[in-house]
């Protein structure tokens, strides 16, 4: 036994020595990428690199030469890269945080477009664990000016959400934004205003708050007249309004009012609007507009611009020397209200598990827009670890150590939602896209009026004659589609659809070319045509039969490899079985039919069945440890499977389910995931997880999981339903296995393993001893741990010494041929010679690269043999230079020296 240990904790060393010793590397492919070669102006920059990656930094920054910077994580969790797989080191892709310089309170100077992380290092003895965090609370000062740049923001988590941002106005305004309206002399008309809004677009950057308004005159009727003004965001649902009254002053009267609580936090473009407020005040006011390259409408916006009107938004500017306590009050008047304890609290839980025992630090990061200095005092957090209520009130500064990055291979990394974006302006560019310091790929690419919406498919391409079809269209990720127009190509008048869907009957057999365009929320437009086969049913449902019968056969074929369990899987989320009967059928009825209505009765049920052309299995792992998230626990079901209470103790009973799977459970996963790959629709996936769980625990436990898509269990396992879920029993060892179509994959299956409520202990006090009264398995291996690691520490340094010693002797036989070597570099090098220069000289006086290279390295103060562990040759040279300084003070007082006349060398 014990010598398996040891075996283990020597192979645990070298592995560890070893991977220190990888670098971070990337590779890209023989075909390096493929990009988009036309864009519309400030359009998406869409294709793919063909990467490999190993142990890649997941903050590295994917940078474009035409602006805009992205993460190699972040752009890998994007939509459109879903299918790009790739393994994290640590599993859950967080970056580690190191925490150092503690004090009371920290000042830093912060320029525009920096920023900062400090943050908290929470502690707990032994297996104690932080259930609670009771209060997170700081004070902030900065001496930021008076501004119209947005200058402050606080990142809790480091995260990427900005949960404090700066909202206070001075009070005072920019000047007037009429967006597109000009108001030339001449150009314009003037409509009356009634209670269909009049809207201008207009761009803004982030502001405190905004005063919006119109000018307007009085037409006939009362001159006092309340009008509604709203603000929209173009591409959301954020919205407010306000009322300002018109009292008939004058011609071009300006009205005014600033939205209560609204705050722009994000760049972008607003719609801005008037109407009357009652409808007995209709048409008394009117409004200038006009129609030169506009960019405003009226009622809803549906896509285009048609009008612009004299309607304006005003930006308030940032209110100076900005100061608060940063709590969960402040975070609600700033817009975000979360509790800020619990928040914290789920992050101690997710990347700590709750085990504060080596330090939990809590990261906060702060973004300054513009020059500023900012002051952080009277931190206090509280928290219970254990049974024992501690506080932490340091302030530390905090370094990021990313997570690392491998890929199985070369994969398409797609660039489509990175956020990359072509110029403003018509011309041709150079694209570069570097990862790091390398650049991945150059290419010309063209911004001219060429649309960049991507159709990918159209189903069907073959109906019959007369038959009402129904065609769909799939259009690319991450385009905001908000028209269809659809030009079937006989002749029949165009349709237009805010739906991927359209219906359309071709009376007279032929092939016929269909025509779509769609336009996004940009105004941004795309065509693809597509050949459609018109003929009568008749002609056509034989055909299709064969083809569909000739795809489920290959289908079969393909899957024939497959595991039992897994085959059943896929046929029940292909719903193989029911195609196979619904063609049988068919194909019986077609043998029958005689008139075209039985066949075209035969060609809509075979129009709507899809078969994929190719199933495979595209991930596979083994041996993979399950632990539950906390968010992945249902209380509620577990109360109605085991019964229980645990009213007010939610997150307690949380912990414990937690630190029971710890003690009492050992559950093993293996993951697949097999994907059907489409010709002309979506590609979708099935995952299937196989569990071997061992209840190591004195009490029945219960495996729930949520009731997922297409969820399919292997065996009866006597599973019960309840409300979204579903429960099985655990009495000892059990294998689970199951699949489902639903977007999960290991590390997101919403299941959990938990005893019922009333086996749950909510506090237990810890021992390093078992009740038998023996050390614990885990303290008897970590002592032999660090004895063993003192032991190959030891080891090492004295091979570092021996081979230092061997290798100098090797190379040089006498060592002042190295004295006389390092001093003659030293000399050409304070003569301005070249590195290069001197070895060539060196080489022609019979010097090898061998020796020049250790003898530079000398002379460089680089180390020449194995990698130090412990620095022993700086130790032993200072150590040599205080002997020497000693010597020199004796000599002064006369005292004896006893290594006076020695012959060493220095």
Not at 147 to 161: E, H, R, S, W
Not at 255 to 275: E, L, M, R, S, T
Not at 343 to 359: E, H, T
Not at 490 to 497: E, L, Y
């Amino acid at each position: 036994m014990v010598g398996n240990i040891l075996r283990g904790v020597v192979f645990l060393i070298l592995t560890i020595f070893f991977i220190s010793l990888i670098s971070a590397d990337f590779t890209v492919g023989d075909i390096s990428h493929s990009i988009t070669g036309n864009y519309a102006p400030e359009s998406n920059i869409t294709g793919w690199i063909n990467i490999s990656l190993s142990s890649e930094p997941s903050n590295s920054v994917i940078e474009s030469s035409l602006g805009g910077t992205i993460t190699l994580i972040d752009l890998i969790k994007k939509i459109s890269n879903s299918g790009f797989m790739y393994t994290c080191s640590p599993l859950s892709c967080a970056s580690n945080y190191i925490a150092s310089n503690r004090e009371n309170s920290k000042t830093f100077s912060l320029s525009e477009g920096s920023s900062v992380m400090f943050g908290f290092n929470l502690s707990s003895t032994g297996r104690n664990l932080v259930s609670e965090i009771s209060s997170f609370t700081l004070n902030l000062a900065s001496n930021n000016p008076e501004t119209n740049k947005f200058p402050l923001a606080v990142d809790i988590l480091n995260d990427g959400q900005k949960e404090w941002q700066a909202y206070k106005s001075s009070g005072n305004f920019w000047d007037e934004n009429f967006g597109c309206y000009i108001g030339v002399a001449g150009s314009t008309t003037t409509a009356k205003i009634a209670q269909t809004l009049y809207c201008e677009k207009i761009g803004m950057t982030q502001t405190p708050e905004v005063e919006i308004g119109a000018y307007i005159s009085h037409v006939e009727g009362t001159k006092s007249v309340p009008f509604t003004l709203s603000i929209k965001r173009a591409d959301s649902g954020e919205y407010a309004s306000c009322g300002a009254t018109a009292i008939g002053s004058g011609p071009n009267e300006r009205i005014a009012c600033i939205p209560q609580n609204f705050h722009i936090n994000q760049d972008g473009d607003y719609f801005v609007c008037i109407k009357a407020t009652n409808a007995p005040d209709i048409n008394k006011y009117e409004i200038f507009y006009e129609q030169d390259s506009p960019c405003g409408f009226t009622g809803t916006y549906s896509g285009t611009y048609d009008y612009d009107f004299e309607i304006f938004a005003r930006q308030a500017k940032y209110a100076p020397a900005i100061t608060f306590t940063l709590n969960n009050a402040e975070l609600a008047k700033a817009g975000n209200p979360i509790n800020i304890e619990s928040y914290v609290k789920n992050y101690v839980s997710s990347m700590y598990n709750n085990n504060c025992s080596k330090g939990c630090v809590i990261p906060v990061k702060i973004y300054s827009g513009v020059e500023q200095q900012i002051s952080i005092s009277n931190a206090l957090i509280e928290y219970i670890a254990g049974i024992s209520k501690d506080t932490e009130g340091n302030i530390y500064d905090i370094a990021e150590a990313p997570s690392q990055i491998s890929s199985s291979g070369f994969r398409r990394l797609y660039l489509d939602d990175s956020g990359f974006k072509a110029p403003a302006e018509y011309d041709e560019y150079i694209l570069s896209v570097t990862l790091g310091s390398d650049e991945l790929f150059s290419e010309e690419i063209n911004v001219s009026t060429e649309a960049v919406p991507d159709i990918k498919f159209l189903n069907p391409t073959i109906t019959g004659v007369k038959y009402p079809t129904k065609f769909t269209v799939e259009v690319g990720p991450g385009k905001n589609i908000t028209k269809y127009i659809w030009n079937f190509g006989d002749g029949s008048v165009a349709q237009t659809t805010t739906i991927k869907e359209a219906t359309h009957t071709y009376t007279t057999a032929g092939n016929y070319t269909l025509s779509i365009t769609i336009s996004d929320n940009r105004g941004m437009n795309s065509s693809k045509e597509f050949s459609i086969t018109v003929a009568p049913a008749s002609q056509i449902v034989p055909t299709l039969l064969n083809s569909l019968e000739t795809d489920l056969a290959n289908i079969k074929t393909q899957i024939e490899d497959f595991s039992d369990f897994e085959k059943k899987s896929i046929n029940e989320a292909l719903k193989l079985d029911i195609v196979e009967t619904n063609l049988t059928q068919m194909s019986d009825a077609a043998s029958k039919a005689v008139s075209e209505a039985e066949y075209e009765a035969i060609l809509g049920v075979l129009l709507i069945i899809k078969i994929p052309q190719v199933v495979a299995k595209t991930i596979y792992s083994e041996g993979i440890a399950f632990y539950p998230e906390t968010d992945n626990i249902h209380l509620e079901i577990l109360k109605q499977a085991g019964g229980g209470d645990y009213t007010g103790k939610e997150n307690k009973y949380k912990e414990a389910i937690l630190e029971w799977n710890v003690a009492n459970t050992n559950a093993i996963l293996t993951y697949s995931e097999i994907s059907m790959i489409y010709e002309n629709s979506e590609d979708s996936s099935l995952k299937v997880f196989d569990f071997n769980v061992a209840n190591e625990g004195p009490d029945t436990a219960y495996f729930i999981i949520k009731d997922m898509k297409n969820l399919l269990f292997k065996g009866d396992y006597s599973e019960k339903k309840e409300d979204g879920y579903v429960y099985i029993e655990l009495r000892e060892s059990r294998n689970i296995a199951f699949s489902t179509t639903e977007s999960v994959d290991f590390i997101t299956l919403p299941a959990f393993i938990s005893p019922s409520i009333s086996k749950l202990t909510l506090t237990t006090e810890w021992s390093p001893f078992e009740e038998t009264g023996q050390l614990k398995k885990w303290i008897v291996f970590s002592i032999i741990v660090i004895l063993v690691l003192f032991a190959a520490a030891v080891a090492w340094i004295i091979l570092q010494l021996w081979y230092k010693r061997r290798y100098e002797n090797y190379l040089f036989k006498n060592r002042n041929n190295l004295y006389n070597l390092v001093n003659f570099i030293e000399i050409e090098k304070k003569k301005g010679t070249e590195e290069n220069e001197i070895k060539e000289k060196l080489k022609k006086a019979g010097w090898n690269s061998e020796q020049l290279r250790y003898a530079f390295r000398k002379y460089e103060g680089k180390t020449t043999g194995l990698p130090e562990i412990i620095p022993l040759g700086k130790i032993i040279d200072e150590i040599r230079q205080i002997q020497e300084e000693l010597a020199k003070k004796k000599e002064k007082n006369n005292l004896p020296n006893k290594n006076q006349g020695s012959n060493i060398s220095h």
